[in-house]
């Protein structure tokens, strides 16, 4: 089975500790080690969750020695972005039809208070 990009990145998302290591990372490469410190987590454990983002595309994992530096790629990301714009979308003219709907309740109100 075939999975395609936009479903592995919103599965990585999904787990609160990849959407925290992402957070970290977007602030520059770090650790597996220094990755783990916030976590109640072992480094086995951390690794799990670095394994599914590096799958998902949302990370490069390299090794300099004894160090195992980890940074963002956040191309995947734009993918997510792009496909929630449309929602983003509909919603704002959902939201402009109801305003445009109330809008037209208040004129109504206004007209028929007047009348009486």
Known sequence: MTTDLLSTTFAALADP???????????????????AEPFKMT?????????????AGLIVRSREAQWRPCRLKAAPLK?????LE???K????SFDR????????QKKEK???RKK
């Open 17 to 35: 500790t990849r959407r925290a290591i992402l957070a970290r990372l977007s602030r520059g490469t770090t650790s597996v080690t220094e990755l």
């Open 98 to 105: 109801l305003d445009d709907y109330l809008h037209e309740l």
């Open 43 to 55: 480094l086995p454990g951390i690794s799990k969750h670095l394994k599914v983002l590096e799958r």
């Open 90 to 93: 509909f919603w704002e003219q």
């Open 79 to 83: 993918n997510a972005v792009d496909w």
């Open 86 to 88: 449309e929602y983003r």
């Open 111 to 113: 007209h028929h208070g």
